[in-house]
C-alpha cells in the first residue's frame, strides 16, 4: 500500500492479504493523520502486488480523505479608518464576519480617547453589543462628531472590538476614527483706528478681518 499523501496518511504500510479456501473479501485499513486545516477532499491509492493462486483484475484502488474542518468565524472592522466632519451626519462604521456563518456571533464596540475627547469631540459611545445572525455577514453601527467652534486641526479617536462569541477577533479589531474641522481660522489682522489724540491714555479701536462672528478676537498693541 502507497499512500500518495504521506502528510495525510501515516508512513508508508505494506502487507499481506491472505484468503482463507471460500473467502470472497478481505478488509484493510488505512490510518489517517488528522489536522484542522480547511482543504479539499484529498486521495490515496492502494496497490494490490504478487497474487499468490490468483490473478489480478484490478490492481489499484483508490480512497478519498475528505476534510472535516470548517474555516474559523473572524469578525473584524471592514477597514482600518473611518472619517467624520464635525456638522455633518452620523457617521457609519462597518463591522464584517468571515468564515463559517451558519451560527450567530456576537462582539462589542466601545471608542476610545485619542486627540478627541469623549463629550467634548464625539458623543460618548458605551459599551455596545453586536449580535449577528446566522448566516449575516455585515452590521453596521453609529458614530457622531460633536460639532464645536473652534478651528484645530484633525483629531481621532480609536474604534474597538471586544469579547467575540463564537468567533475571533482578525487584525482589524482596531480601527481609527479621524474628525475633521469645519470651522475657519481666525486671522487676526485688520485695521486700528486712533480714536482720540488728547485723552490720556490714549484711545485706538481695532477692527480685525475674516474673523467669525461668534469667536471672541484679540490682539495686542503698543504705542
Same mark, same amino acid.
Given at each position: 500500500m502507497?499512500?500518495?499523501?504521506?502528510?495525510?496518511?501515516?508512513?508508508?504500510?505494506?502487507?499481506?492479504?491472505?484468503?482463507?479456501?471460500?473467502?470472497?473479501?478481505?478488509?484493510?485499513?488505512v490510518?489517517?493523520?488528522?489536522?484542522? *486545516?480547511?482543504?479539499? &477532499? !484529498?486521495?490515496?491509492?492502494?496497490?494490490?502486488? =504478487? /497474487?499468490?493462486?490468483?490473478? @489480478? %483484475?484490478?490492481?489499484?484502488?483508490?480512497g478519498?480523505?475528505?476534510?472535516?474542518?470548517?474555516?474559523?468565524?473572524?469578525?473584524?472592522?471592514?477597514?482600518p479608518?473611518?472619517?467624520?466632519?464635525?456638522?455633518?451626519?452620523?457617521?457609519?462604521?462597518?463591522?464584517?464576519?468571515?468564515?463559517?456563518?451558519?451560527?450567530?456571533?456576537?462582539?462589542?464596540?466601545?471608542?476610545?480617547?485619542?486627540t478627541?475627547?469623549?463629550?467634548?469631540?464625539?458623543?460618548?459611545?458605551?459599551?455596545?453589543?453586536? *449580535?449577528?445572525?446566522? &448566516? !449575516?455577514?455585515?452590521?453596521?453601527?453609529?458614530? =457622531? /462628531?460633536?460639532?464645536?467652534? @473652534? %478651528?484645530?486641526?484633525?483629531?481621532?479617536?480609536?474604534?474597538?472590538?471586544?469579547?467575540?462569541?463564537?468567533?475571533?477577533?482578525?487584525?482589524?479589531?482596531?480601527?481609527?476614527?479621524?474628525?475633521?474641522?469645519?470651522?475657519?481660522s481666525?486671522?487676526?489682522?485688520?485695521?486700528?483706528?486712533?480714536?482720540?489724540q488728547?485723552?490720556?491714555?490714549?484711545?485706538?479701536?481695532?477692527?480685525?478681518?475674516?474673523?467669525?462672528?461668534?469667536?471672541?478676537?484679540?490682539?495686542?498693541?503698543?504705542?
Open positions: 502507497q499512500p500518495i499523501y504521506r502528510l495525510e496518511c501515516q508512513t508508508n504500510k505494506s502487507g499481506t492479504l491472505t484468503f482463507t479456501p471460500g473467502q470472497t473479501s478481505k478488509t484493510l485499513t490510518p489517517i493523520i488528522g489536522d484542522t *486545516t480547511v482543504e479539499p &477532499d !484529498e486521495t490515496f491509492v492502494v496497490n494490490l502486488t =504478487s /497474487p499468490t493462486n490468483a490473478t @489480478l %483484475a484490478d490492481a489499484i484502488g483508490q478519498t480523505i475528505q476534510n472535516d474542518d470548517v474555516a474559523a468565524t473572524t469578525i473584524q472592522f471592514s477597514k479608518s473611518f472619517t467624520s466632519t464635525e456638522g455633518g451626519n452620523t457617521t457609519t462604521v462597518t463591522i464584517s464576519r468571515s468564515g463559517t456563518l451558519a451560527n450567530s456571533s456576537t462582539v462589542q464596540f466601545y471608542i476610545s480617547n485619542g478627541a475627547i469623549a463629550g467634548q469631540d464625539f458623543t460618548d459611545s458605551s459599551l455596545t453589543n453586536v *449580535t449577528f445572525a446566522a &448566516d !449575516e455577514k455585515s452590521k453596521t453601527v453609529s458614530i =457622531s /462628531p460633536i460639532d464645536d467652534l @473652534l %478651528a484645530e486641526p484633525t483629531e481621532f479617536a480609536f474604534l474597538r472590538l471586544i469579547n467575540p462569541t463564537n468567533g475571533t477577533l482578525g487584525g482589524q479589531d482596531v480601527a481609527l476614527w479621524n474628525i475633521e474641522d469645519n470651522d475657519s481666525t486671522i487676526v489682522a485688520g485695521t486700528t483706528n486712533l480714536m482720540s488728547s485723552s490720556d491714555p490714549l484711545l485706538a479701536s481695532y477692527e480685525p478681518f475674516n474673523v467669525l462672528d461668534n469667536m471672541a478676537t484679540s490682539a495686542n498693541f503698543f504705542v
